[in-house]
């Protein structure tokens, strides 16, 4: 089932309340002071049947001029709206701003209701819905219904409730799978019952016991009950007006403008990106310029920085960072109302392209570029966008630099892999051209390794991902890598890395040197030398020999002082593992014994085997480790 929002809209004393109450049958003013001076001041709620038995949200706004605040607050969601013109008044300022600020959120669907027809006659009331026509003619509500009404007398009423029927049924409904999202507009406490919130609920659904973070303060707090218009509910949808009970939270901790989001789901926020729309007949907007910037049921001050021009003309779209003074909530294509600091007046707006930016020079082509696409790409284009270059990153980090919804983000991930545009690679995401300039480079590096240094094995696998893989996550190098493997380009040998095929191939001069490097250890056997000082002795090239071994499993390395030749390493192995496995424990002694060897080998050695869970140590003696038996078994059998 989907749900939606109807709201007022209109100047001061047009009727706005008194039609909500013809509607619904619920005054909504409920302050002394609202009924004391006929003016509705806080936003005013109330459930509205429909003919077919729909019911839906009904949200009455204040018309005043210094109640825009709030109108703002209950315009940011709604998905229908009734502008309300009086037809003794006419078209008034306040309904001029009104339409400005509705045209801003996009609240693109209207019905447009002449009220108080009883105090006119029908030759005037004709001469006010022409005016109407032509105020709305430049607007998106030029073909938008209108019918006169008198709440008094209730004539027309009955004629609107279907009109509401038939606009609703056309609306798209709101997005109730994603996550939720409830901007909100009220705070209170219950006595009994602790603290209230309420608000429209935005997107997805919330239920009775769900942990949700009020930001942007972050305080953690949990679903105690749920109502709407008075009804006990273990859930609530998308459209919907909600009142949570909630805990562990005092409603002086909850300012208005919050949000209810699930945690991880925003950030808060010190600057936004938007195109911002500089509404006609209003003053140019200046570089630093001070505003007050709403959204949804938030406002907070903050400074306008125009990113492609000096100045902004009345009637001209810009890219704009707002920096501001206080934090907010802010989803990609969120709407943005933008009033001058002083006087306090409606004067532009538009979509949020990014939410989280870094700040920006101006006149930056690149930052440009992005922006545009933002405002006009498809989801496609905005992942691509995000995956620039070799970049590679998981769909959590994709769905928030696009600001694309969980739904859209996964749906766009799947359209672009089927589409060869991406590959998914372990647990990132990367576009397919900029994995081909991975693996050239991975390549290059490769072959250039090679013929500098023909007889190591190749690159260290550590070397490679500190050089070209920094800032992605181990099950993708991981992945890329075995695809590398598939294809034939690499070869993973142990810790290293080389190109397909290639294989040290000593000259005759440099075996000699190898094969003298190896006898020296073999001739040390338990008491190998130091390599450190071999290296030293035997010659330029010995570095290269040294590892020409190591590379070829012709020595096992334990520290950087402690090398065996791989025959000895072996024989080690069995021995103590033998005697391990025989007699229960083995002391530092005995094994010191067993291999005539000297404490500075044997005790690196051991730790080694403790380190392979072939020992486990307990004080001063070792017992079998949980693969002691194992490690025999695999032991060569010459060893």
């Known amino acids: 089932m989907q749900y939606a929002i109807v709201g007022t809209a209109g100047h001061v004393d047009h009727g706005k309340t008194e039609l909500t109450r013809a509607l619904t049958g619920v005054m909504t003013d409920r302050l002394q002071e609202e009924q004391q001076r006929g003016i509705s001041i806080k936003l005013g709620f109330a459930p509205l049947e429909l003919p077919d038995g729909q019911r839906v949200g009904l949200v009455d706004v204040p018309g005043h001029e210094r109640f825009i605040r709030q109108m703002l607050s209950g315009a940011a969601g709604m998905d229908l709206v009734l502008l309300i013109i009086a037809a003794d008044e006419g078209v008034m300022p306040q309904t001029r701003e009104h339409l400005d600020i509705l045209r801003l959120l996009q609240v693109h669907r209207a019905i447009v209701v002449v009220t108080k027809k009883d105090l006119v006659e029908e030759d005037w009331l004709e001469l006010v819905m022409e005016e109407i026509r032509e105020t709305l003619e430049d607007t998106e509500y030029r073909e938008a219904p209108m019918v006169a009404v008198s709440a008094i007398t209730g004539e027309g009423i009955s004629d609107l409730r279907n009109l509401l029927m038939e606009e609703l049924a056309g ?174 007046d409606t ?23 992005r922006l545009a696409t933002r405002l006009s790409g498809g989801p496609g284009d905005l992942v691509l966008q995000k995956l620039g270059g070799s970049a590679a990153f998981g769909t959590k980090e994709i769905q928030a630099g696009t600001g694309l919804s969980e739904e859209e983000t996964s749906r766009t991930l799947t359209e672009l892999l089927e589409e060869g545009e991406i590959l998914l690679l372990g647990d990132q995401y990367i576009r397919r051209e900029g994995a081909s300039v991975l693996r050239d480079q991975l390549e290059d590096a490769l072959d250039t390794f090679h013929r500098n240094f023909p007889l190591r094995p190749g690159l260290s696998r550590e070397e490679v991902r500190s050089r070209f893989f920094q800032g992605y996550s181990t099950r993708f190098f991981n992945r890329f890598l075995e695809t590398m493997e598939d294809e034939g380009l690499l070869e993973a040998r142990q810790s290293f890395l080389a190109a397909a095929g290639f294989s040290p191939e000593p000259t005759e001069a440099q075996s000699q040197g190898i094969r003298a490097m190896e006898e020296a250890f073999l001739q040390g056997g338990f008491l190998p030398p130091d390599p450190a000082e071999l290296v030293a002795a035997a010659g330029k090239d010995a570095g290269e020999y040294y590892l020409y071994l190591l590379g070829q499993q012709k020595l096992v390395k334990i520290n950087e002082q402690i090398v065996f030749a791989t025959e000895y390493y072996f024989r080690a192995r069995r021995i103590l593992i033998s005697f391990l496995l025989e007699k229960g424990e083995l002391k530092l002694g005995d094994a010191r014994d067993l291999l005539d060897s000297s404490r500075k080998y044997v005790l690196p050695l051991l730790e080694h085997f403790d380190g392979l869970k072939i020992t486990r140590r307990t004080g001063e003696t070792r017992i079998p480790g949980p693969l002691a038996r194992k490690h025999l078994e695999e032991t060569p059998e010459t060893a």
């Open 171 to 344: 609306l798209p409904g709101r997005v109730s799978s994603g996550k939720p999202r409830l901007p909100v507009d009220r705070v209170f406490s219950i006595t009994g019952f602790g603290t209230v919130v309420t608000g429209t609920l935005w997107s997805g659904t919330i239920r009775q016991g769900d942990s949700l973070m009020i930001m942007p303060d972050g305080i953690r707090t949990r679903v105690r009950g749920i109502q709407v218009h008075g009804e006990a509910r273990q859930e609530v949808q998308a459209g919907q007006r909600v009142a949570l009970n909630i805990t562990d939270v005092e409603v002086r901790q909850i300012p208005r403008g919050s949000v209810l989001v699930p945690a991880g789901t925003l950030e808060p926020t010190f600057r936004l990106d938007m195109e911002m729309y500089l509404l006609p007949g209003k003053k140019e907007m200046k570089q630093r310029d001070r505003v007050r910037i709403h959204v949804g049921t938030s406002e907070v001050l903050g400074r306008v920085f125009l990113l492609d021009r000096e100045t902004l003309q009345p009637g001209e779209r810009a890219m704009v960072q707002l920096r501001l003074e206080s934090q907010l909530v802010v989803s990609r294509q969120d709407r943005v109302v933008i009033r001058s600091y002083s006087p306090m």
């Open 347 to 369: 004067i532009g707006g538009g979509p949020v392209l990014d939410p989280l930016p870094p700040r920006h020079k101006r006149f930056d082509k690149e930052v440009l570029d």
